[in-house]
């Protein structure tokens, strides 16, 4: 069975430009999560998808970032303009919906220079 | 504010010998706690996890303990292994109830770090 995949997994651009980052989950989770790790910090959470309806976002940082899971399936990330702090490593995460604890599998995550 | 701390940042270990790596919450509600291994380039892979009903849990060489009165807890490798060196996060989670009666999960907090080195 597939893991988590996501696309690219390294990706510079330029201050102002325009990033999308893809996570495909792995299939039947109903749970996707994505999160950054920014300067070998703590992994933080950014936001989280039961299906295609956003459960928590109350970890994206402002409006230039935008999360969108498509019928429930894969998701992306875009990054609208990059600026210089949002370089990191975006990792997704998904999970099945059972009832209690279940750990998330994680992607390798993308890494994300802005210059 | 952190609400999950692994304060420290490196840990060396020759091989053979015990590993014990620390986090500490400051969080209450948190009642299920997970470790997970990171390899350089590569995603988090989940290792253990203790539910707050628990004090310990055992899988193999690996052992988390739970001291949910000091908000602490504590992964035990034994025996460490080159093959274990890696970056080790704790996390933690906050069970609510949901509509269909069950507890559901949600987002991971996690700790800063700590890079294990195991020498042969």
């Known amino acids: 069975e597939a893991g988590v995949t996501q696309f690219p997994s390294h990706s510079v651009i330029e201050k102002g430009q325009t990033v999308t980052l893809r996570c495909d989950p792995i299939?039947?989770?109903?749970?996707l999560y994505w999160y950054r790790r920014v300067m070998g910090k703590e992994i933080k959470f950014l936001l989280h998808?039961?299906?295609?309806?956003?459960?928590?976002e109350s970890g994206m940082p402002n409006n230039r970032f935008l999360a969108e899971r498509t019928g429930g399936t894969y998701s992306t990330l875009k990054v609208q303009p990059a600026e210089l702090e949002d370089s990191g490593v975006y990792f997704c995460?998904?999970?099945?919906?059972?009832?209690?604890?279940?750990?998330?599998?994680f992607g390798q995550g993308t890494r994300l220079t802005v210059v | 504010d952190q609400q999950v701390k692994q304060n420290s940042p490196s840990l060396s270990v020759q091989e053979g010998r015990i590993s014990i790596l620390n986090c500490d919450y400051t969080?209450?509600?948190?009642?299920?706690f997970l470790w997970y291994k990171k390899y350089p380039a590569e995603g988090p892979t989940f290792l253990i996890s203790?539910?707050?009903?628990?004090d310990k849990n055992e899988d193999g060489r690996f052992t988390v303990f739970l001291n949910k009165s000091a908000k602490h807890l504590s992964l035990h490798i034994v025996p460490s292994q080159p093959g274990d060196s890696a970056v080790y996060f704790c996390?933690?989670?906050?069970?609510?109830?949901?509509?269909?009666?069950?507890?559901?999960?949600?987002?991971?907090?996690f700790g800063q770090g700590t890079i294990l080195t195991v020498h042969p």
């Open positions: 995460a998904s999970s099945p919906t059972f009832d209690g604890p279940f750990e998330a599998f």
């Open positions: 299939s039947g989770h109903d749970n």
């Open positions: 998808f039961v299906k295609e309806s956003k459960q928590d």
């Open positions: 969080n209450s509600m948190f009642d299920y």
């Open positions: 203790i539910s707050s009903i628990k």
């Open positions: 996390a933690a989670s906050v069970g609510t109830f949901s509509n269909a009666g069950g507890t559901s999960y949600g987002k991971l907090t």
